[in-house]
Nanobody, 129 residues
């Protein structure tokens, strides 16, 4: 089974940027579908973004235009570049291996909490006004 270790969280002011990293190890296979999730204090975990090599990327509405998910396959590392951060982005961020699903002939990779398979311990992002 793959192990996931997130890093890169921290405290920034609104409008600032952070890049989160997720190092994957412990398994010989390369997950097809991976993503980032977050959970704010007192709220449910929500999907932020997902990526699969052949279908591209998918973003939650809250992340569109500000966040970018990408992978460095040679490093087995997943990233989340976050720009124009807002106080409402404050949360623990988790990277995850996701289960893809088929709809007809289309294989989907979505940041859906129902698709969570494996996730890391998280990295905290705090955005101050």
């Amino acid at each position: 089974q793959v192990q996931l270790v997130e890093s890169g969280g921290g405290s920034v002011q609104a409008g600032g940027s952070l890049r989160l990293s997720c190092a994957a190890s412990g398994d010989t296979y390369r997950p097809y579908c991976m993503g980032w999730f977050r959970q704010a204090l007192g709220k449910e975990r929500e999907g932020v973004a997902a990526i699969a090599s052949d279908v591209g990327t998918t973003y939650a509405d809250s992340a569109k235009g500000r966040f970018t998910i990408y992978k460095a396959n040679a490093k087995n590392t997943l990233y989340l570049q976050m720009n124009s951060l807002k106080p409402e982005d404050t949360a623990m961020y988790y990277c995850a291996v996701l289960r893809s699903r088929w709809v007809g002939s289309r294989r989907l990779c979505l940041p859906d909490t129902n698709a969570l398979d494996t996730w890391g311990q998280g990295t905290l992002v705090t955005v101050s006004p």
